[in-house]
C-alpha cells in the first residue's frame, strides 16, 4: 500500500530545533514531488516548503525562509524538514504529501498526504 508517515513532532521551547521526518512506504519517493505542509488552529492549510522530482528546485515559503530546511534521503527513502529557530507561530500540525509529477513542486497537486505530526510549544 501507498502510505506516507510523519515522526518527529513533539513539544518544543522557542528558539529550539527539531528535525521531522517522512517515511513513504509502498512507492519510492525518487520519482515523486514532494512538499512539506502544516496547519495552524483555524488557519488555512499553507505550503511550508517543496521539492521537484529532479531535486534541482527547491522552495519555501517566505515565513520560514533561513529556517527550515527540507531533504531527501534516497537510501532510507525518506523527506526530512529541519527546523531550527522555532517561533510560536511555527505551532501546527505539519504534514508531508507527495506527488508523481515532472511539475514545479510549487504550482501543482498532491496526490498522496501523510495524517500529519504535531508541533506543539509548551507553556
Known amino acids: 500500500q501507498l502510505q506516507l508517515v510523519e515522526s518527529g513532532g513533539g513539544l518544543v521551547q522557542p528558539w529550539e530545533s527539531l528535525r521531522l521526518s517522512c517515511a513513504a512506504s509502498g512507492f519510492i519517493l525518487d520519482y515523486y514531488v514532494i512538499a512539506w505542509f502544516r496547519q495552524a488552529a483555524v488557519k488555512e492549510r499553507e505550503r511550508v516548503s517543496c521539492?521537484?522530482?529532479?531535486?534541482?528546485?527547491?522552495n519555501y515559503a517566505d515565513s520560514v525562509k533561513g529556517r527550515f530546511t527540507i531533504s531527501t534521503d534516497s537510501a532510507k527513502n525518506t523527506v526530512d524538514l529541519q527546523m531550527n529557530s522555532l517561533k510560536p507561530e511555527d505551532t501546527a500540525v505539519y504534514y508531508c504529501?507527495?506527488?508523481?509529477?515532472?511539475?514545479?513542486?510549487?504550482?501543482?497537486?498532491?496526490?498522496?498526504w501523510g495524517r500529519g505530526t504535531q508541533v506543539t510549544f509548551s507553556s
Open positions: 521539492i521537484n522530482r529532479s531535486r534541482t528546485y527547491i
Open positions: 504529501a507527495a506527488v508523481s509529477s515532472y511539475g514545479l513542486c510549487t504550482a501543482i497537486k498532491y496526490d498522496f
